[in-house]
Every structure is written in structure tokens, then in C-alpha cells.
């Protein structure tokens, strides 16, 4: 079975890895591969593929550019499913089409993705994730300024992106066994909380009061899943001790240096 991955970055690795070891044959298209979805022909480019997991991303909080983007990969990604008769898996996130949270321009584009994606798509699976682990890290870098790093305040129960990655994978291998499906981590916790425990340890975090009815929805908890969601992966602290290396190369930390 041949799964292209549409995506690059951590969760198009992390997703190709887990179909290998599923005994599928995995091919990663991203742009680091010279392949751009919203502008290359998807369906020449795929058209050898049994199944597609579309695991795109850009990094914006507008609305208009987060919609533009996510929708066209989508029209492109089903368009090139339905021509070849290829299941379609959609990698989105935890509780993006819930009014409250629609002020910020990432979960509107996921949004309006996962419509265009139930729209177009013939035969099609989607995956919800809460945030990554990683996603401390990332914070840390996007929002640092110099020795400072402002932390929003959030509520959160994050999962470790190879557990999410094992899900998406069972949903391409195993055609039918996974129509939507919501997973989370074991534990509930705020972004701070896990931004203490990353380095560079000499940033000082302070946390951040965003403005507005979606960041009050998101500090009270509208991005936790639903009693629905499958629990998957390891504890925050046993991630960070189990997966010392990965981590570091990624910018997460010890614990303990914290």
C-alpha cells in the first residue's frame, strides 16, 4: 500500500513513520520534497497513491490567510483522492468549529477545512488532535523575545505527536476502521505549565492575558475534548524523560533544569 503524506515538519514525519511501521510504504509530500499543494497539480503528482493523509500547515492567526490556505489544500488533496479512488485522512484539531473559538484565524481555517474536506471527499477520515507536546517549545520560539517569553494563557490537555501520529496511520492502513475520531494526552494543564519545563532555562515566561471572547473561551477550557475523545500517548513528564533526544533536537528540555 503506497500513503502519500501531504505535509512536511514534525507531523508529516512523525505520520510517515508510523505508516512504515505498519508495514505501508509512505512518500512525503511537502515543499522541502518540491511540492507546493496549493499551486503544484496534486492529482499527476499522487495519482500512485492508495491513500492520502493530508497533514498540512501554516503558522498564522489570520482568518483570511489560514482559510485561503487550508481550503485550497483540501480541494486539492480530494480532488486528487476522488480521481484515483484514495481514501483521504485529514489531520485537524480538537473543537476548531466551535463558535467561541472562531476570533482566532487558525481554528476558522481549520475550520472551513474540515467542510471543504466532508464536502469533496468521496471516502474520507478525519483525525482531531489536541496540541502537541511540542507545542511549548514552539510557543517559546514564535513568541520569545530575546530573554523573554510570553505565554498565553491557556487550557489544555496535550497529547505526544507520535501517539496522534499512530492514530492517523491506523486510519490510513485500515480503511473503514476510523470515519472521525478525537484524541487527547492523559493529563489537563495550562500552556505555562508546560513552557516551566522547556528550555532555554534563563527565558523568563510571563504569562499573557489576550483579549477578547475567543482567548476567554480558551482559558476556560473551549480546546479540551470532549469524555468522547480516545486517551493516547504518555504523560507530559514521561514524554520528556522517554524522548530525551528527539526533544532536545526540537528545543525541548529536561524537566529537571527547569
Not at 21 to 48: C, H, K
Not at 138 to 148: D, I, K, S, W
Not at 211 to 226: D, E, F, K, N
Request: hydrophobic share 45%.
Amino acid at each position: 500500500m503506497k500513503v502519500a503524506v501531504v505535509g512536511g515538519g514534525l507531523s508529516g514525519h512523525a505520520i510517515a513513520r508510523a505508516i512504515a511501521a505498519r508495514g505501508a510504504s509512505p512518500v512525503l509530500f511537502s515543499r522541502s520534497t518540491g511540492f507546493d499543494v496549493t499551486r503544484d497539480d496534486a492529482m499527476l503528482r499522487l495519482r500512485d497513491a492508495d491513500v492520502i493523509v493530508e497533514a498540512t500547515g501554516r503558522f498564522t492567526t489570520s482568518r483570511s490567510i489560514a482559510t485561503r490556505f487550508f481550503t485550497q489544500s483540501t480541494r486539492a488533496v480530494a480532488a486528487a483522492a476522488n480521481a484515483v479512488g484514495a481514501r483521504h485522512v485529514l489531520l485537524s484539531i480538537v473543537n476548531c468549529e466551535r463558535a467561541e473559538v472562531q476570533g482566532y484565524g487558525y481554528f476558522a481555517g481549520k475550520r472551513a477545512q474540515e467542510e471543504a474536506a466532508r464536502d469533496l471527499s468521496r471516502d474520507l477520515a478525519i483525525v482531531r488532535t489536541t496540541q502537541w507536546f511540542e507545542f511549548a517549545g514552539q510557543t517559546l520560539e514564535r513568541m520569545g523575545l530575546g530573554p523573554v517569553g510570553l505565554v498565553p494563557r491557556m487550557l489544555i490537555q496535550p497529547v505526544a505527536l507520535d501517539a496522534v501520529a499512530a492514530v492517523v496511520a491506523d486510519a490510513a492502513v485500515e480503511p473503514k476502521t476510523v470515519v472521525q475520531r478525537e484524541v487527547a494526552g492523559p493529563e489537563i494543564m495550562t500552556l505555562a505549565e508546560m513552557t516551566r519545563r522547556v528550555r532555554p532555562t534563563k527565558v523568563v515566561r510571563i504569562p499573557l492575558l489576550l483579549p477578547g471572547p475567543t482567548w476567554r473561551a480558551i482559558r476556560h477550557g473551549a480546546l479540551l475534548p470532549s469524555q468522547d475523545a480516545a486517551i493516547v500517548g504518555p504523560t507530559f513528564s514521561d514524554w520528556l524523560a522517554h524522548d530525551r533526544t528527539h526533544a532536545e533536537a526540537d528545543g525541548i528540555g529536561d524537566a529537571s533544569s527547569a
